[in-house]
């Protein structure tokens, strides 16, 4: 009890001689220390705010263009072409002040206002150079001039040492497509997929919508485009996630993984300490904006950082109608759940970071708690888990007053939450492809009940040390927190380490205050709305089938050297493993991103075209003129990826077409049918962001796995992969138990020939090409033909 006493700024006590106060010192302490650490985020927040604001030039130019100016002044000449003086005849107090006085302050704010004229014009000149996107469709080796000077330009005014969101005041707007290069662009990607007489119909409509009402809606896209800083990003984040009154465990969240075969230590509570301790390193560099800006790999083009302002501090808020994203500045704890009891675990102290091995200790002693849960508390997560409305309506019922909203209030606004497996994730005799399959769907759902699915993401700790995280989906896209949850596992093994018996490095204080136990009073009527949205959710994870792998048999680095893209690569096999799986070509989704404008997220590229159908329908008769189809269908997947981050995509364009015409009360046929379509083959590249932080040649245990996420049509597959370093590829597919078409373990074995069988087809070409390429050439003439 010594530290919950230790924790009470004051105690008093009621006599007949009056009150008498008792002060605690220690507190106290501890409270001022607390707010000063709160009083230097504020000052760092603003001294960022202020570099920011001026980028690309610094705070310090501004002394440089006074110190310019009052200099030209001594030499009795008058840059500002009598604006200096004008600005002298109106200064407030003139009179109070000498002439020298007067002439000086009027110099400064001269300057001033140059110094700022000149950050408008430099920011303006960076907005409209990165608004230039031409020399991503140019080929590489083939650079024109018009992209040398602009790569030129850039780097002038890109500035130096740019902070996290520097450059976001630089960043173009998403510019609106016209409708119809839009509809072109549909009825390309449609056409493989239908038949003569359904394409035909499909197409009357689109060119029935573009003539009429598509023009009406297009009005006003521009005028929001005109007025918001992104045209899409709201009303994608509102309609496709927060809107949703279905489960987001499954259907929306997804995970992130450990390291596929090494466990740093086994000590549960260890690993947690490391882990927890490098994600408030991370919080912190992301609070100093000290983490360079994202950009587009291999190049100096900055991608847009405001997906990382809400990574911490951030809970979706149910609503009856709609739900909400909650942010807040900061907050100095997490909210841990284990078998069935939440607690408040503080990590500052006296304003501090606490150190990994004092978070090992505090998760040890609630490893140790014998406590047991509170009625109702232990499946409480669930109510994450289930439907929305229920969750919305009992939050409103049950959680709204006392202490159970209290005890809500901590774990919403904790920086993130954490759960502590009481079960071994794998264990030994294991097959390592049915561990990693069991690890993947523990992630993405656990047992229902035992993470928090609304918090912006939760960490998971296993009782062997094994570890990952879920995400909420609608405040950030998986790259945002793919980069975070990289630097994490980096930092833990590679910098903060392990002593010999596997504990973290350091001391321990043992007069930390013991974890705080919330507290519940949860009525048998709210427990029964809590059994059926636990039973919802149940059905809905039971359904889940997902196999994960790491395909070993070559990487990026080979599909280099037939010079084609590996994403095209990838794509087309997992179009070649459908086909053979199903007899038939799908709709496939593969995501993009948009970060090149200000807000971007994502966009949609539909990788299933003509050239690539006709490219493997060929490769499966066995036709011998692949050689014509194969670059077509390479090109096209890499010229539709261009489009769809430049701002020229399909579907971003179609969903906010159909948003406005729902506004409007207005049904359209055409909208009506884009919007049917099911996306049987999902997909999405998780790419590895702080590759130099790890070394797979010589720690090649330590490979990193992604990611992945669930379903998104019911008889389809989600394919999540990962190209690590040169030569291993990672696959999350996942699929429906309930659908008798599909099956991940079937499709993975798939994807692998498919993989297999295309790269033998490039490298059989790529010498053929080469043996030609020598029997054309013209043979060099002997001494006699001389």
């Known amino acids: 009890m ?29 409270v001022y220390l607390s707010g000063l650490r709160s009083w230097k985020k504020r000052i760092v927040r603003l001294k960022n705010n202020v570099i920011t604001g001026v980028y690309p030039a610094s705070p310090s130019s501004w002394l440089f263009v006074v110190i310019a100016i009052l200099a030209t002044m001594y030499t009795r000449s008058d840059p500002s072409m009598g604006l200096i003086a004008k ?120 060119k029935e919508f573009e003539v009429s009402l598509g023009n009406r809606l297009q009005w006003y896209l521009k005028l929001k485009s005109m007025w918001a800083s992104n045209y899409v990003s709201d009303w994608w984040e509102e309609y496709i996630y927060l809107r949703g009154r279905g489960p987001i465990m499954v259907n929306s969240n997804y995970y992130g993984m450990d390291f596929m075969y090494a466990i740093p230590t086994p000590i549960q509570a260890a690993r947690a300490g490391n882990i927890l301790h490098a994600v408030l390193m991370y919080r912190r560099k992301l609070n100093k904006e000290e983490i360079k800006p994202s950009r587009i790999p291999g190049t100096f083009i900055p991608l847009c950082s405001a997906q990382c302002e809400r990574i911490f501090n951030t809970t979706r808020i149910p609503g009856e109608e ?85 005890s809500l209030d901590c774990i919403e606004k904790a920086a993130f939450f954490v759960t502590l497996e009481h079960e071994e994730l794998d264990k ?49 896209d998986a790259p945002v927190v793919s980069r975070m949850w990289e630097y994490v596992l980096a930092t833990d093994c590679f910098h903060l ?70 994403d095209g690569f990838i794509q087309l096999a997992l179009q070649l493993a459908f086909y053979r799986d199903r007899g038939m070509f799908c709709l496939t989704y593969e995501a993009s991103m948009t970060r090149l ?44 990826y261009r ?66 996420f669930g379903p998104v049509a019911d008889d389809g597959y989600g394919v999540s992969y990962s190209l690590i370093g040169e030569d291993i590829i990672t696959f999350h597919v996942s699929s429906k138990h309930s659908c008798p078409q599909t099956d991940s373990h079937k499709f993975g074995k798939q994807i692998r020939k498919a993989l297999g069988d295309l790269l033998q087809l490039m490298t059989n070409n790529q010498k053929e090409a080469s043996r030609s390429e020598q029997n054309h050439s013209p043979k060099p003439q002997s001494k006699k033909e001389l």
């Open 2 to 30: 010594a530290e919950a006493h230790q924790a009470v700024a004051f105690q008093f006590t009621i006599t007949p001689e009056g009150i008498d106060l008792q002060l605690s010192h220690e507190a106290l302490r501890q």
């Open 87 to 206: 600005i002298q005849e109106h200064l407030p107090a003139s009179g109070s002040l000498s002439v020298q006085c007067q002439t000086v302050v009027s110099a400064v704010v001269f300057s001033t206002m140059l110094w700022l004229s000149l950050i408008f014009t430099m920011k303006l000149c960076l907005k409209q150079l990165l608004s230039y996107h031409g020399w991503m469709f140019e080929q590489r080796g083939n650079v024109s001039n018009t992209t040398k000077v602009w790569m030129m330009l850039v780097r002038i005014f890109s500035g130096r040492q740019p902070l996290l969101y520097s450059y976001q005041g630089s960043l173009p707007n998403l510019p609106v497509p016209a409708v119809k290069d839009t509809i072109r662009r549909y009825l390309e990607s449609i056409r493989p997929l239908k038949s003569d007489s359904e394409f035909e119909r499909v197409n009357t409509l689109a």
């Open 322 to 406: 709609t739900d909400t994203v909650v942010h807040w500045k900061d907050s100095e704890y997490v909210a841990v759940y284990h078998r069935g009891r939440y607690f408040r675990l503080w990590l500052y102290q006296a304003g501090r970071m606490l150190s990994p091995r004092e978070i090992e200790y505090q998760i040890q002693r609630i490893l140790d708690d014998p406590s047991t849960p509170a009625p109702g508390e232990e499946k409480l997560g669930a109510f994450t888990a289930g439907d929305r409305l229920p969750w919305a309506q009992a939050r409103k019922e049950f959680f709204g007053s006392g202490v159970n909203k209290r």
């Open 428 to 476: 030994k005799g294991d097959d390592p492809d049915i561990t990693l399959d069991r690890y993947a769907k523990s992630l993405l759902h656990g047992k229902c009940y035992d993470r928090w699915f609304d918090k912006s993401f939760s960490v998971v700790i296993y009782k062997n040390g094994k570890n990952g995280l879920n995400a909420e989906h609608s405040w950030a």
């Open 497 to 566: 380490g392990y002593n010999e018996e596997g504990h973290c490095k350091g001391d321990v204080n043992p007069s930390l205050p013991r974890p705080q136990r919330l507290t519940w009073d949860i009525p048998s009527q709210c427990q029964e709305r809590l059994a059926q949205s636990l039973s919802v959710a149940q059905v809905l994870a039971d359904d889940v089938d997902f196999h994960v792998f790491a395909f070993r048999d070559f990487g990026k680095g080979s599909i280099k050297k037939v010079k084609m893209s590996p």
């Open 597 to 640: 404008f200000r807000e971007g997220r994502t966009e949609t590229v539909r990788s299933c075209t003509s050239e690539s159908c006709e490219f493997l329908r060929a490769f499966e008769n066995g036709e011998v003129r692949l050689s014509l189809s194969f670059p077509l269908a390479s090109e096209k997947h890499q010229q539709l």
């Open 643 to 708: 489009l769809a981050m430049t701002g020229a995509g399909i579907d971003r364009h179609l969903f906010c077409l159909y948003i406005v015409s729902k506004y409007l009360g207005i049904e359209s046929p055409f909208l009506k049918e884009v919007f049917s379509e099911p996306w049987r083959l999902s997909t999405s590249q998780t790419p590895v962001q702080h590759l130099e932080m790890f070394d797979f040649v010589n720690y090649p245990e330590y490979l990193i796995c992604g990611g992945g």
